[in-house]
């Protein structure tokens, strides 16, 4: 132990030189390397971060694009479908009527067989 006491304090000014030298070039590369590579790496995180926004945004717009489309055709589809739905009840009117008008036909159809049943009754010479 003694001995490396002894070596260190002879070599004390080479030791202190060595480690200023080895110091300075931490620094050197510190700041000539080491900085610029992590500017460089927030440079590029920065450059991805403004990426994905920039996606991001591109789908919510496309998003709201497609879900617009979506939502005319959902209106016209029901715009559509009501006025089938119309049609369909205006056909049900009309069917019904003309229901209505077939019984007053078919009455009176009878009523016509009847009136002349009993005219050729009556117009019939006796026995």
Do not use: C, H
């Not at 945004?57 to 029901?78: G, H, L, P, T, V």
């Not at 119309?86 to 008008?101: F, G, N, P, T, Y």
């Amino acid at each position: 132990m003694r001995k490396i006491w002894r070596w260190t304090q002879d070599n004390a000014g080479p030791i202190t030189v060595t480690l200023a030298v080895l110091g300075g070039f931490a620094a050197i590369i510190q700041f000539s390397v080491v900085r610029p590579m992590q500017q460089g790496f927030t440079a590029v995180n920065q450059r991805i971060d403004d990426q994905i926004r920039y996606i991001d945004q591109r789908f919510d717009d496309q998003d709201r694009s497609i879900n617009q489309r979506f939502d005319a055709q959902d209106k016209y589809i029901n715009q559509r479908f009501d006025a089938q739905d119309s049609r369909i009840e205006d056909l049900v009117r009309d069917v019904s009527e003309l229901r209505k008008l077939n019984d007053r036909v078919i009455r009176n159809e009878t009523r016509i067989d009847i009136l002349i049943e009993q005219l050729q009754t009556a117009d019939a010479p006796a026995p």
